[in-house]
């Protein structure tokens, strides 16, 4: 009795799975009030239509996936694992995950990613588990994983990330696993973090022999725990002025001499930008070369701003149309500081 029971039951599950549709392909099943389907080794080249509605676990593991477009999942919100490992996904579009809402576990690793859609993961606040390792990933935002509360192992290994920027993990809080090794790390002042937290954080971090420095040259092949202590200040900016503006009258063809004068360490990209009259010039001034009496932007092309390696701007001949705003601007690892003044012609009121 029992037995014919069993059968009857097993008739009804074949009998189910079929009425259920399931792609060419794939072979669905359901057990345990789950949905699996299976997907994988297949050479698929792209997301199969017409997954059953309420599946819950994806494996498309090991395929031939290069894009993942962005309607792909939108008839699967209940999916809770996602298997996509093994394929050779270089894109995946804008809101192609952010439907999957459900998803526990993700696994992209092993492809070839260079620009995750880091919007998408907002939605996935469901997520305990994400392997993103083995791309080729480039850019890490620092908001990535803000609301990712429920994570407990991540993987971002095996990319090609130079920086991690502080408090990138500071959201996570069941975090419990993270694997960050084999990236080319560059190990200026906005890394030294990652050596201190490395150092005393409770996230199992494996694989400290494989964190290494890629970059700068003299830090090459040291370990990102090892990393000494860098000399790090953050920029300050100083605008001097001939004739000092604020209590000269400035006539006009008179020469202005603006300088800037920056502190921080490293030494700061130092940048003048002017805005006068409907027009706006930046002027990067180049951290290398030796200082000298030639301007580094184009007497010719620029007579009326004349710029020096030392950071000095020379207006020439002031008139109304220097008559302006000049601000300097100097950015390191540690921040952006920024000073600027009002170089104003005298008698002239009100703006053309
Ligand atoms: C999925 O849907 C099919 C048919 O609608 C149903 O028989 C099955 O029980 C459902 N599975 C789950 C896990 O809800
Ligand atoms: C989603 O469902 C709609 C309506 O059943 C169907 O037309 C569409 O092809 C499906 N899309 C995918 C990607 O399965
Ligand atoms: C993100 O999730 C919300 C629900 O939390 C949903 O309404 C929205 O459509 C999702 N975004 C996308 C692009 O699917
Ligand atoms: C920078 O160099 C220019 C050109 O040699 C010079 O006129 C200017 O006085 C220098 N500025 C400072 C702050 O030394
Ligand atoms: C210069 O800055 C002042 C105050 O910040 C502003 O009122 C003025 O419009 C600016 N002038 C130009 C030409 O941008």
Partial sequence: MAKRLLQLLALLTTLMAFVQCCPELCSCQDKFAHQFADCAYKDLLVVPVGLPSNV????????????????????????????????????????????????????ISYNKIVNFPWDDLRNLTALQLLKMNNNEMVNLPKDAFSTLKDLRSLRINNNKFTAIVQDTFVALTSMSHLQIFNNPFTCSCSLEWLRDWIATTKISVPEPNLIVCEAPEHLRGTLVTQMPKLDCKAPTVLISSQPNIGDTELGEGVMVILNCETTGSPMPQVTWEVIAGNENHVFPVPSTGEANDVPVNDKTTNTRFHIFRNATLIIPYMSKREDGNYSCSAVNDLGKAESGVRVALTGLTGVP
């Fill in 56 to 107: 819950t676990t994806v494996s498309l593991s090991a395929n031939k996936i290069k894009i993942l477009k962005s309607k792909s999942f939108i008839n699967i919100t209940q999916v809770t694992s996602l298997w996509l490992a093994h394929n050779d996904i270089v894109t995946i579009e804008t809101d192609t995950l952010a439907p999957l809402i459900q998803l526990r576990n993700l696994d």
